[in-house]
């Protein structure tokens, strides 16, 4: 019968909750010593801040997922609706006392400190020599460590929150000694450096691929052009198509264009046709035509997650998609707006009508030159300046698109370039990739440590 029976101290009695008691005796390392919050975590002693109109404050918040706290907003103090603050002090533990859920804990960094929480903020303080502040908000990272915290949150849906009493005085988590979380934390920590490596060097490379284009085409690019006031400029004569001021000043903006080695063509004379997409209504199952969408369109590839569906109709084939079209994404944020994709799928898919699916002619462009200098700045000047705000989204129709300008090289060295482009977009992927699998080994190898 003793097989079948776990006996448990009165005085251990928190909470008269069955599954939490097996939950703690079987899901966390049985070496690792269980304890309460409370045996490193006590009531902080907060200063309160009266808010004076004058000044600027620092007011914290925390994310969900384990991702921390931080300066959520810097507010002058007039602008702020409560008068009085709680003040954080580094080593402090940081959470939102009516929304809990999801790992939403942070701990307060030096940087932090001094910074300003509501009164449904938080804090507790962590005792230094009991427990590594890196070791505890590493556990918050845990999706196992967040799925246990959350079988104690009560409230409503929006709204899921454990006390503070309930956090310090009835939940258990694993602490090591402080040494083995000094040392679980040291191996956590070089696993992510390296991640971390790999995602500057990604980072690197993509700025390598404005430098080879402006190099290679021999495009000296003013990073003010926006800002700068021309008082006189000289505009050749045959390059202009219409005498109106403001033609003529968008011109001289991108007068850039006309000296760099290989002079700029419009849009519409290297393309075979254009045509905007579909209308219909998109569901989420997976039932029909997939419909690439605005937000599929990302880092000038196609991202096939969080795909849509259309019925199958005769209607909807003439908006079938063929390798090698060029999406436009004609509609989005201002930063967004106008980025493109090349189609490479081999099934069949559709398009939305926020997009613009453009066939560019092979024997004068290559479709993966044109791509890459739609979604590098020598393109995103000539759209600042004609995308128009509408209820937060800007827009570009297909005239304005088709006037876009595009150093042309000859056929052969269009291809050398984006050929050139594409090796450096494969190692970019291949460090991201790397850096996903360091930060993933990380967690598992720190989850080992703390779970059965």
């Known amino acids: 019968m003793n097989n079948y029976l776990n006996f448990i101290p009165y005085s251990n009695f928190n909470s008269w909750d069955v599954k939490y008691f097996l939950k703690k005796d079987n899901f966390f390392n049985p070496s690792i010593p269980i304890v309460l919050f409370g045996e490193f975590l006590s009531k902080a002693e907060i200063k309160k801040v009266s808010i004076e109109d004058n000044k600027t404050y620092e007011i914290l918040g925390v994310r969900s997922y384990g991702k921390g706290a931080f300066i959520n907003r810097e507010v002058e103090g007039k602008n702020l609706k409560m008068r009085l603050y709680q003040q954080a002090k580094p080593n402090h533990l ?125 495009i000296d690019i003013d990073n003010n052009v926006n800002d700068k006031k021309y008082s006189f400029q000289l505009v050749q004569y045959k390059n202009v198509e219409r005498w109106a001021v403001d033609y003529l000043n968008k011109y001289t903006k991108m007068s850039f264009l006309f000296k760099g080695k ?39 590839e196609l991202d096939l997650n969080n795909l849509k569906y259309i019925k199958k ?69 000539q759209k600042d300046m004609v995308s128009r705000q509408i209820t937060g989204q800007a827009n570009i129709n297909a005239q304005e698109m088709q006037d876009f300008l595009f150093p042309l090289p000859p056929i052969e060295k269009q291809k050398q370039i984006s050929n050139h482009i594409n090796s450096i977009k494969a190692q970019i992927k291949e460090l991201y990739l790397l850096s996903f699998k360091n930060k993933e080994e990380a967690m598992l190898e720190f989850e080992k440590e703390i779970f059965n």
């Open 313 to 381: 109709t005769s209607n909807v084939e003439k908006y079938f998609l063929n390798v090698g079209d060029l999406l436009f994404n004609r509609t989005n944020s201002k930063e967004l707006v106008g980025k493109t994709a090349i189609f490479l799928e081999k099934d069949i898919f559709t398009f939305a009508s926020y997009l613009i699916r453009i066939v560019i002619n092979p024997n004068l462009a290559d479709n993966f030159y044109i791509n890459y200098l739609f979604n590098s700045s020598i393109l995103q000047v």
């Open 94 to 218: 940081f959470w939102c006392k009516v929304d809990t859920k999801n790992g939403a804990f942070g701990i307060i960094t030096e940087e932090l400190a001094g910074g300003l929480g509501s009164s449904n903020m938080a804090f507790a303080e962590i005792d230094t020599k009991k427990a590594n502040v890196y070791f505890i908000q590493t556990l918050f990272k845990s999706k196992r460590i967040q799925e246990y915290l959350d079988s104690f949150v009560s409230g409503t849906t929006n709204r899921k929150y454990i006390r503070p009493n309930q956090l310090i005085n009835e939940i258990f988590i694993p602490l090591p000694s402080i040494e083995e979380q000094n040392r679980i934390v040291a191996s956590y920590n070089s696993r992510l450096r390296l991640a971390l490596k790999q995602e500057e060097k990604a980072k690197s490379l993509e700025a390598e691929i404005e430098r080879y284009l402006f190099k290679v085409l021999d």
């Open 262 to 300: 290989y002079q700029p063509v419009k849009l519409k004379e290297l393309i075979l046709s254009y045509q905007y997409g579909l209308s219909e209504k998109a569901d989420v199952k997976n039932i029909g035509v997939p419909i690439l969408r605005m937000n599929n369109i990302v880092n000038s």
